[in-house]
């Protein structure tokens, strides 16, 4: 390599990993090109800068140059020389130097918001499937704040686990996948409850009208996104007529500030000219256009709108959350073609996606069609995207969960063109991204899991212990028993991207793999159908229903901080929710409970897992005696 060459490990990229059985993979020279091109590494190394700088509360590191430190409140705290002041409260503060230019100080806790003695239970469950006998085709945020309700009151839950809420294009067809949302700074109108919206009784008739209309999709168990779409926005319209001014609404908005104007003038626009920003005349691919100026001013009735809407999200949210604590979930990045990327197009790295490499459970890999924040880029905005995107995520909520948690210290970037098994893994600064996080949680006083499933590094989850996170368990992939899960971690029997446990046991889930044109991992099926059995010394031809009470008590013997069940496997659903590698072959993200909210909540088999999984809260904090030792940080 000559001294002008990119040197792929001085720009983070890696040139081979340890996949999920333990090989080593390496990544072709191609690959490794295309990630460098991606990066825009045009020397041996990149260049370094002085755009931020992240520390520790109570530290106070040298400083290279005289600086003015400015708090985040305003405050002036004159100039510092050689160190930092002592006492430097937590936040985003500044550093201006004599010469003019800037850094971002900021200055976290180090280690996230966690509760003493947390111990508890809840639901994960996927909203737009839990529908009410009032709900309009989907699950909204009064049926979530009925489960909580229900749940805190009859069944001694203590937290629930929701799917992302993050927002949607507002055109059709809708995006099916919580996972692939336009924007993680907002949330998707879907989930409003109509009736609850301010005004909503002046339609008279014709909100009733719409809400029969709405209530028959309930008849159908595939919803149909589209459909409630048209009929809520048209109730919305008709509500947002009459609307002239709110103090409470303003008031949101002053808050919100330049990023709300940003997303709803993004939605404004893709009313007209479509969902991918990247199909839009020229000069209205970028926010900062003259073009946009005018256009914002042109449909301002519009783009008031949209903020209206994610007003009145934020209101039925909080509503939601009030019963009992929610566990918001954070997808791991956004459409290409929607709002986030859109205001934050040169923090995104170009020409490539991101995805997973090729593991038990999904041996082609995985290419989620998402593209990477660009580590150096997103650097030297001081992280307020990122900063940004868990503060938004930890909105009225008491604890999130981060998916694909491993994305914070590397992700698997596939370039355009090439197959999920042909990527390579680039690094990002995950020191400083975990201590971001860290500042929110404790702003928040939200507690964090990581979803640490997949090929996973080793430093991953010895961070994550040191900064307060919870690792996730899952019964399908531990081979040891729960009662030797960790203490700091949340553990459950499976996820929405994998079997339930009526379509594991009676082995349906290969079947359904196979009519979606997926080759099934048959033999690990069988291996974990071996251990359901040798957990539970059931018969291989138990009954569901017993299987899953089984399951559930030997689960709720985990000394796990918390344990989440699914009303799917209380149900005996046979159906996963979403069935990674397919498309238009299975309905991702589509299929509702087979019964109302109410009539899940009431059923039997309900009530008895609820009833194995709540004594666990009155229970002792601390492991059993036939615990495994502790991993690492695993004291409170």
Known sequence: MTEASPDPAAWGVL??????????????????????????????????????????????????APATVLLEDGTDLGVARGRLPAGLPLGYHRLVREDGSETRLIVSPGRCHLPPA???WGWAVQLYGLRSAASWGIGDLADLAELGRRSAAEMGAGMLLVNPLHAAAPTIPQQPSPYFPSSRLYRNPLYLRIEDVPGATRLGARLEALAIAGRELDERRLIDRDA???????????????????????????????QLERFATWCALAEVHGPRFQEWPEELRRPGTAAVARFREQRRRRVDHHAWLQWLLDRQLATASAPLAVMHDLAIGVDPGGADAWSWQEIVAPGVRVGAPPDEFNTAGQDWGLPPFHPWRLRRAGYEPFAA????????????????????????????????????YVRYPHGELLDVLALESARAGAYVCGEDLGTVEGVVRTEMAARRMLSYRLLWFE????????????????????????????????????????????????????????????PGDAPVDTVVE????????????????????CLAVPERPNMPA?????????????????????????????GLLSRRRSGSPGRSRSAAPAHPGDAP
């Open 15 to 64: 040139t081979g990993y340890h996949d999920a059985t333990g090989g080593w993979r390496t990544a072709s020279p191609d690959t490794l090109a295309a990630v460098l091109e991606a990066l825009g590494a045009d020397r041996q190394r990149p260049e370094a800068d002085a755009a931020v700088m992240v520390v520790r509360a109570g530290r106070r590191p040298r400083l290279e």
């Open 118 to 120: 947390l111990r508890t």
């Open 228 to 258: 409630v779409f048209r009929l809520k926005s048209e109730a919305l319209e008709a509500i947002w007529d009459e609307v002239d001014g709110d103090p409470e609404l303003d008031a949101y908005r002053a808050a919100e500030g330049e």
């Open 389 to 424: 995107t868990i503060r938004a995520a930890m909105r009225h909520a008491g604890a999130l969960r981060v998916d694909h948690v491993m994305g914070l210290f590397r992700l698997y970037w596939i370039p355009a063109g090439r197959g999920p098994a042909e990527g390579a």
């Open 479 to 538: 081979t040891e028993p729960p009662q030797r899960y960790p203490r700091r971690a949340l553990s459950a029997i499976t996820t929405h991207d994998l079997p339930t446990v009526a379509g594991m046991w009676t082995c349906s889930d290969l079947d359904d793999q196979r009519a979606a044109g997926v080759e099934p991992n048959v033999a690990s099926t069988a291996a974990i159908r071996e251990r359901i059995v040798a957990f539970t010394r059931l």
């Open 550 to 569: 089984a399951l559930h008590a030997r689960l709720a013997r985990a000394p796990s901080a918390v344990v989440t069940a699914t009303l799917d496997d």
């Open 582 to 610: 397919t498309t238009d072959t299975w309905p991702n993200w589509s299929l509702a409970l087979p019964v109302p909210l109410e009539q899940a909540l009431d059923d039997p088999r309900t009530r008895r897992v609820a």
